[in-house]
């Protein structure tokens, strides 16, 4: 059995027919899943200035431009194991560096929420065993977590709820747009204004405490009636949530402190995005955003988007990312400023721009680790085909080595 | 209320709201190859409601330039198979949906990048290519 690596259920039932040390074919991944396990068409060659080099060398180039940066930004980690992100955090302090994730930009304001116990939350064990009311808000799982309802919530069996979605099991879908998920919850799609959420989430609070609510009356109700009734409810949070209420992110901690049989669970996309957060948090008590000045200091302009707007770093090291591709353009043009050191295991628009470049063994594949699931268990990942390429932590522990 | 000069011009413009979304098909082409056509016919497209198709003047499969003070592309029309309520249109989140984003965040590190504002128009220019986005 494999684990995939393709999101942040870290799908630990995959089986694979090897052929040549390349993955020839899977079986139960998804799509994405699936195309991760086959690898990327166009891997990362070792380079320096545009120039092919080996991999010492692009090493060591890495080095000299971190070992000169005033302020260098360590960024990504998202698609790094946990012994990578353990590296990457000790190659921070020793450069009085600022280091942030790419929850810095998703779902951060969440996973923090989590860690600090604000949210009672759960493991997906517990849902597939227990959970009777599922709510997908601002969440197309089926598109970002496509095995999230099949092997954990909407369509299994559980110890508890052996009769599943045909009576035992109710999925409610709140979202700006009618995704594949909120096809799933027939009868059961609440689709909000964009920017809604807000004043969906205070209507709602006001039918939990036995008020009219605002607008859409009778559905608010109904959907209270619902959500006060179950036994085991979860609240499955997308990005989409995330984003449409991030001024105000704790008036989703008051509404999960009215339903008191409800846990709450951030959609976490990119497979180890928590196990960073996790790791950083252990270490300073923050899960993002942090600078190393003798002692870790946190604060929002330390936030990727924010330094490089405000054109406060002068060197980046990216590694488990591809910001991009995933950041908006407009808070790009600092990257051509400045030397960008890339270790990634594929070509990517980054690499493209990149000083430096340093092709990595992709994890769950080439290399094994660890990784931290959504709910936040830890996951072990083996090695499943031989090659010679390094690992993300064997490239930050030979970089640190080169400062 | 100022008069809509944009409908008035050869190629109309119409101002939209664009929200973003995720794709399984094209979060496989993402993980195969992020520069292949694959990629491309996933990412660059834009998706709205028959009403709003017929309110602008646009059809299925026209290319349309999407514009707002941070960018500019040129994507291809699609029809929602869903029933739309109406004033908004849907991107997947890519370098393409990327390139419209604002770099505004009220120094809170997250933009806005479900909430986009943009105009409309048709064009017969290319599609943009991924190279162009990243400026090479």
């Excluded at chain 2, 709205?48 to 941070?70: A, E, P, T």
Aim: aromatic share 6%; hydrophobic share 40%; glycine share 8%.
């Amino acid at each position: 059995m494999v684990t995939c690596t393709g999101c942040a259920l870290l799908c630990e039932d995959i089986e694979v027919v090897i052929e040549n040390d390349r993955i020839k074919e899977s079986r139960n991944a998804c799509r994405r899943g699936a195309a991760r396990l086959r690898g990327c068409k166009n891997r990362l060659a070792p380079s320096f200035n545009k120039m092919q080099t080996d991999i010492d060398t692009a090493i060591k180039k890495a080095a000299e431009i971190l070992k000169n940066a005033k302020s260098p930004m360590l960024f990504g980690w998202s698609n790094s194991t946990c012994e990578a992100q353990v590296k990457g955090i000790q190659l921070a302090k020793k450069l009085n560096a600022s280091i942030d994730d790419t929850s810095s930009f998703c779902q951060g304001l969440l996973i923090e929420r989590v860690l600090k116990k604000k949210f009672r939350t759960c493991s997906l064990e517990d849902v597939r065993n227990m959970a009777d009311v599922l709510v997908y808000w601002g969440s197309d799982a089926q598109d970002s977590q496509p095995r999230h309802l099949s092997r954990f919530s909407v369509f299994p069996r559980g110890e508890s709820r052996q009769r599943g979605y045909e009576e035992d099991r109710l999925a409610i879908a709140i979202d700006v747009r009618e995704s594949n998920t909120a096809k799933i919850c027939k009868g059961h799609f609440y689709r909000i204004p964009l920017k809604g959420d807000r004043e969906f989430i205070l209507a709602l609070m006001d039918a939990l405490s036995g008020k009219v609510p605002k607008y859409d009356a009778k559905r608010i109700l109904e959907l209270a009636g619902i959500m006060k009734k179950a036994e085991f409810g979860v609240l499955f949070a997308g990005i989409g949530l995330t984003y449409s209420i991030k001024e105000d992110i704790d008036i989703l901690v008051s509404l999960a402190d009215m339903l008191p049989n409800f846990h709450v669970m951030p959609m976490v996309g990119h497979y180890n995005m928590r196990g960073f957060n996790e790791a950083l948090f252990k270490e300073t008590g923050f899960i993002n955003r942090v600078k190393f000045e003798g002692k870790p200091v946190h604060d929002n302009k330390y936030a990727v988007v924010e330094v490089l707007k405000a054109k406060s770093i002068d060197a980046l090291l990216i590694t488990g990312s591809d910001p991009l591709s995933s950041l908006p353009r407009s808070v790009l043009p600092h990257l051509s400023s400045i030397p960008v050191i890339c270790i990634d295991p594929c070509v990517t628009l980054t690499s493209k721009i990149a000083a430096v470049t340093i092709p990595a063994a992709a994890s769950g594949l080439e290399c094994g680790g660890s990784a931290v699931r959504m709910d936040g268990k830890v996951i072990e990942m083996s090695k499943v085909v031989e090659n010679s390429y390094l690992t993300d932590a064997q490239i930050l522990t030979r970089l640190m080595e080169g400062l | 209320m100022g008069i809509d000069v944009g409908k008035f011009m050869k190629n109309p413009e119409y101002e939209l709201k664009l929200t973003t979304y995720r794709d399984i098909f094209q979060a496989e082409a993402l993980e195969n190859d992020r520069f292949s056509d694959e990629y491309k016919k996933h990412s660059a497209a834009v998706v709205m409601g028959k009403d709003d198709m017929n309110k602008f003047g646009l059809r299925i499969g026209d290319r349309v330039r999407l514009m707002n003070s941070y960018g500019s592309i040129v994507v291809e029309l699609r029809e929602s198979k869903r029933e739309e309520p109406g004033g908004l249109a849907f991107m997947v989140n890519s370098p393409w949906s990327n390139a419209l984003i604002s770099d505004e965040t009220g120094g809170r590190g997250i933009p806005e990048f479900k909430n986009i504002t943009a105009r409309i128009s048709l064009t017969k220019d290319e599609i943009t290519t991924i190279e162009s986005l990243i400026g090479r």
